[in-house]
């Protein structure tokens, strides 16, 4: 099966964040600095901040079935807004300091950040996933950029990202949190 994709539109964001809680309901890193407590919506709420934040200033592709995203920021995206940054620290709750204090190698300059990228849980192993990340990437090869890093807590994910022309570059274990995998992929030339 391929799937279809498309750049989003506004409109796209509080369905494509639904998507991304589903996808993200049982992956360690978001586990591990989300708290319990309302975790579904605190989930979703997260990731409807960090979607409209990258359709402002990087890049957000969907499946035209609506089961899968994609978000890339670009080097020089800047931070999101105050008024972001504070309803995300709310979120986090007694999290934050655990999420703050988790020391991941640096991605190298001038990289793309792989920021998100999920599929519905009934569309897993179709080829949404691979679909979506192969369009992003098409993008971001026409652009100035050599690098798109990424990291992922879900072994499961890094032969999918190897199968793109990703390399891992290290592996973290984050204290009483999860193992952590760096990698990156150069830029094709279009």
């Not at 964040?17 to 709420?45: K, M, N």
């Not at 990424?150 to 290290?170: I, K, M, Q, W």
């Amino acid at each position: 099966m391929t799937s279809r994709v498309r750049r989003a539109a506004a409109a796209d964001i509080p369905p494509a964040a639904r998507v991304l809680a589903r996808a993200f309901d049982e992956y360690p890193w978001t586990r591990w600095s989300i708290p319990a407590d309302g975790y579904a919506q605190r989930l979703e709420a997260l990731q409807d901040i960090y979607l409209r934040h990258a359709l402002r200033c990087g890049l957000v592709l969907v499946s035209e079935d609506a089961l899968g995203v994609v978000a890339l920021l670009p080097p020089d995206a800047p931070a999101p807004p105050h008024e972001d940054q504070a309803r995300i620290a709310e979120l986090l709750g007694d999290r934050l300091a655990a999420l703050v204090s988790a020391e991941l190698p640096a991605a190298p300059s001038g990289a793309w950040e792989l920021a998100t990228l999920g599929v519905h849980p009934r569309s897993w192993g179709r080829g949404c996933g691979s679909a979506l990340l192969a369009g992003a990437l098409q993008e971001v090869d026409r652009s100035e950029a050599r690098t798109v890093s990424l990291e992922t807590s879900d072994p499961r994910n890094v032969a999918l990202y190897e199968r793109h022309g990703f390399g891992l570059t290290a592996t973290t274990h984050v204290p009483d949190g999860p193992v952590v995998h760096s990698m990156v992929r150069p830029i094709t030339e279009a």
